[in-house]
């Protein structure tokens, strides 16, 4: 344990972040990791208790304690190496990872929780400036070829972790640049993408070969897919990869967005949350886009109160919209969580999201009826309130509408951000992969391997929608199951 008395010391620091009128101007990252000093003092905070909550909320089991008590120390290298025995890349889930380890800590019970992710930050960010962190080369090969498709979170932990082992990894990703939903989902001012950048460099020291701009599925799917891009696309079938490797790995994500097919869906001006996203994450990037959906001088309406709801708003107001609305279905939670009740776990409380405080009317329980428009574009949205009722017939509560609570938004730019369904189903059904009742990969999470022999899934085409610290612990699993079905046993953490 770092201090003994530091939790009665010292208070809970929140990072320290750029004013929203100066951030809003650029799309750079705003949040500025902890001073040594100061993380140092909310390491101190930890309690090293004896039975840690944190690292059993943690998806990827970080050894949250151990590091607290070595920053606190002033033994950052130390640290950093903890760090990265259980999460291969702690600079994501150090900016975007919501935290669920502190919801779990035992300080959260009655007090502020120590500034687990915070702390996380500050060690990769000087494990990067100091150059601690350094490719990992396997010191032997073992001959066998992996090919993981889809180059997210869980693909990258996945073949990093399988090359780390000693295969032979090929990284398929069918977009430009790899990255998945951080590379073209998460906007820049909440992950720069030289966060990535560096870790694909580091990667291929590793022995990780890209394969960017390559669809894996059948022929028909790749080539209508390759109809909506600007830039030549490889098409691979799975029958082509289960030739030429030992075993390939499905990380493709759950890209299906839940629609809204309502009286006027048609309408220009209504998009999916991705397309908005994807393109602003591209003009940032540097690439010149034709038509870019524009939020500029815009009264713009998000569907949906999640993260994507969030990113869009703070897109929205970078772009310079007129006025951002969020809707959301769900009722509005408490300010603050009942925590007798919910601790350790992650309890439903209103969250105001950085992008939120830069500018937003939020909505709850409401519903949309219909887009309404002149000239084929949108002008408005008709909405009306719900609310939860016990159904007399079955008993269980459902959402109805208020009587007589329709009201009218005005706005020309709507964008769908309720969430995906599922991955796309094209993909698994070329692969011959089953399905569960939601439409995601059939996988345990013992071995991650699907119907098919030698072929496995992990991250959200496997889960479902979820995080990044997710997509990580999925990834590095089933490189571990991967490791163990080629060589018969494996030395890679669970
Ligand atoms: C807008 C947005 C914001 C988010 N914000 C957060 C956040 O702040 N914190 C957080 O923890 N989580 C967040 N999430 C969720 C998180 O990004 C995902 O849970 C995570 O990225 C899933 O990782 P994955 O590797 O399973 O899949 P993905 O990141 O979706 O990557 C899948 C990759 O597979 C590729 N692919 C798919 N099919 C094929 C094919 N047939 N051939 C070749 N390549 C293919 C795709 O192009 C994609 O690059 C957010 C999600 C969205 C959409
Ligand atoms: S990865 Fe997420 S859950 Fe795990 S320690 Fe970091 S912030 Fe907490």
């Known amino acids: 344990m770092g201090k003994t008395t530091g939790f009665l010391e010292y208070q809970r620091l929140s990072e320290a972040a750029e004013e929203p009128k100066k951030r809003l101007k650029h799309w750079r990252e705003f949040v500025l990791h902890l001073t040594e000093d100061e993380a140092r003092q909310q390491g101190a905070r930890c309690m090293d208790c004896g039975i840690p909550f944190c690292n059993n ?20 290298r130390e640290a950093l190496d903890v760090l990265h025995l259980t ?40 494990g990067w400036a100091e150059g601690w962190v350094e490719p990992q080369r396997a010191t032997h090969k073992t001959g066998k070829k992996v090919a993981v498709v889809g180059s997210g979170p869980a693909g990258m932990a996945c073949a990093q972790q399988l090359a780390r082992a ?40 590793e022995g990780v070969t890209f394969q960017t701009s390559t669809y894996i599925g059948d022929t028909e799917a790749g080539e209508a897919y390759a109809a909506t891009l600007n830039h030549a696309l490889t098409i691979k ?3 082509e990869l289960e030739d030429e490797f030992d075993a390939v790995v499905i990380t493709g994500g759950a890209e299906t967005p839940r629609d809204l097919p309502l009286p006027g869906r048609e309408l220009a001006g209504v998009h999916f949350a991705m397309d908005f996203l994807r393109q602003q994450n591209k003009v940032v990037a540097g690439d010149r886009l034709k038509d870019q959906i524009s939020a500029a001088g815009k009264h713009v309406l998000v569907i949906g109160g999640g993260d994507t709801g969030s990113d869009c708003v703070g897109t929205s107001n970078r772009h310079g919209a007129k006025s951002v609305t969020q809707l959301e279905l769900m009722p509005q939670p408490p300010e603050s969580e009942n925590k007798p009740l919910t601790w350790p776990y992650w309890p439903t409380r209103l969250r105001t999201s950085s992008s939120h405080e830069e500018g937003c009317d939020r909505d709850w329980a409401v519903t949309t009826k219909s887009f309404v428009g002149k000239n084929g574009k949108v002008e408005k949205v008709i909405a009306a309130r719900v609310e939860w009722v016990r159904d007399d017939a079955t008993g269980q509560m459902k959402l109805q509408e208020v009587e007589g609570s329709e009201f009218e938004i005005k706005a020309d730019l709507v964008l769908f951000a309720m969430g995906f369904v599922s991955p796309v189903q094209k993909v698994l059904d070329a692969f011959g992969v089953e399905r569960d009742n939601r439409g995601n990969a059939r996988a345990n999470t013992d071995d991650y391997r699907t119907n098919v022999d030698k072929i496995f899934a992990a991250g959200d085409v496997r889960r479902g929608q979820s995080l990044v610290v997710w997509a990580i612990r999925e990834g590095r699993q089933a490189a571990r199951a991967v490791d163990e079905f080629l060589m018969g046993a494996s030395e890679l953490p669970r």
Request: hydrophobic share 35%; glycine share 6%.
């Open 166 to 205: 000693g295969h032979a990894v090929t990284l398929f990703e069918k977009n430009d640049r790899i990255g998945g939903l951080l590379r073209y989902g998460i906007p820049d001012f909440k992950l720069e993408k030289q966060q990535i950048d560096r870790r694909v460099a580091q990667m291929q020291d």
């Open 87 to 126: 999460n291969n890349f702690p600079e994501f889930t150090g900016r975007i990872c919501p935290a669920p380890c502190e919801a779990g800590c035992t300080l959260n019970i009655n007090d502020d929780a120590v500034g687990i992710k915070s702390i996380e930050h500050a060690i990769i960010d000087r």
């Open 237 to 239: 079938t799975p029958k």
């Open 57 to 76: 909320a943690c998806p990827v089991n970080n050894i949250i304690p151990d590091w607290n008590d070595l920053v606190y120390r002033n033994r950052w």
